[in-house]
């Protein structure tokens, strides 16, 4: 496996993280970095959904949505999930989900 490899995975963020603008920084995020993916919020209260890119990308933004977030977040728990690598990326942009 090469860091050139393009890994998808599914994340769930945890803590204070709606109503902060979560989505909006981790779209912003993500752009930044090059990824595709999606993210939303859910009922339960957390914030999730998948990135998709090259390897040492995604590892970056697991490293900013475990600690970073957004500037009014409070995170607690990080879970990342299904993590594969893939041929060519699902997503053609990073998307906030309604």
């Known amino acids: 496996m ?3 490899d393009l890994l998808s995975v599914d994340y769930e963020i945890f803590g204070r993280v709606q109503g902060v603008f ?3 920084y981790t779209q912003a995020e993500g ?3 090059g990824l595709v993916g999606w993210v939303q919020n859910t009922g339960a209260g957390t914030v999730r959904g998948q990135l998709q ?3 040492i990308k995604v590892k970056e933004m697991q490293e900013w949505l475990k ?3 957004s500037p009014k977040s409070h995170i607690t ?3 990342f999930k299904n993590e ?3 041929d060519s990326l699902e997503h053609s942009s990073f998307n906030i989900v309604k």
């Open 2 to 4: 090469s860091n050139e």
């Open 22 to 24: 979560f989505r909006k």
């Open 31 to 33: 752009k930044k970095l």
């Open 53 to 55: 890119g090259p390897r």
């Open 67 to 69: 600690s970073t977030g």
């Open 77 to 79: 728990k990080a879970e």
């Open 84 to 86: 594969k690598t893939v």
